[in-house]
């Protein structure tokens, strides 16, 4: 796939695939075929040499569903959380925690912070927005903070 992509740039590229195994399709899903051919009988049992080197419906269908499952986590190249991730980003995602006790009116400095798991406060990714913002309430060591602790 990667040679053909190479060597006929902007022309799309596909597969053709006369045995039964599925995992070349996925193979070639994931590598950007355009086209994937297979072939399909009804019967196995019917004359004809296709028909013994061909996919009946059911494994047909289960190519086609792999195929869209290989594409659909090969992404359109945007970052984006997805419903699943979503679910669980309080879990593994960490939040900004106060390492030691911090009194209201103090500037918030990088050694009063770490983050911890579960998300319960403001994300750790937002670290630098919460930086050089004063506590408007005293927070106490192990407390996860919250924007509205922060002017």
């Known amino acids: 796939m990667q040679t053909l992509k190479r060597e ?3 022309i799309p590229i ?3 695939d006369n045995g039964l195994s599925i995992a070349g399709a996925v193979a070639a899903a994931a590598m950007g075929a355009v086209y ?4 399909m009988t009804i019967d196995r ?8 080197a061909s996919l009946i419906p059911s494994e047909f269908a289960q190519v086609v569903s792999l195929v869209r499952e290989a594409e659909s986590a090969m992404g ?3 970052k984006t959380v997805g419903e699943d991730e979503s679910k669980f980003r309080p879990i593994f ?3 900004l925690v106060a390492m030691h006790d911090i009194p209201a009116g103090a500037m918030i400095m990088p ?3 770490r983050s911890q798991r579960p998300c319960r406060g403001i994300p750790a990714k937002e670290y630098y927005q919460a930086l050089g913002r004063t ?3 005293s927070v106490s060591a192990g407390e996860f903070l919250q924007w509205d602790h922060l002017n």
């Not at 049992?45 to 013994?52: E, I, Q």
């Open 8 to 10: 006929f740039p902007g």
């Open 14 to 16: 596909g597969f053709s």
């Open 36 to 39: 994937i051919e297979k072939h």
């Open 45 to 52: 049992a019917l004359y004809g040499p296709d028909h013994k």
């Open 76 to 78: 359109d190249g945007k």
């Open 93 to 95: 995602h960490k939040a």
């Open 111 to 113: 050694e009063m912070l």
């Open 135 to 137: 506590a408007k309430v």
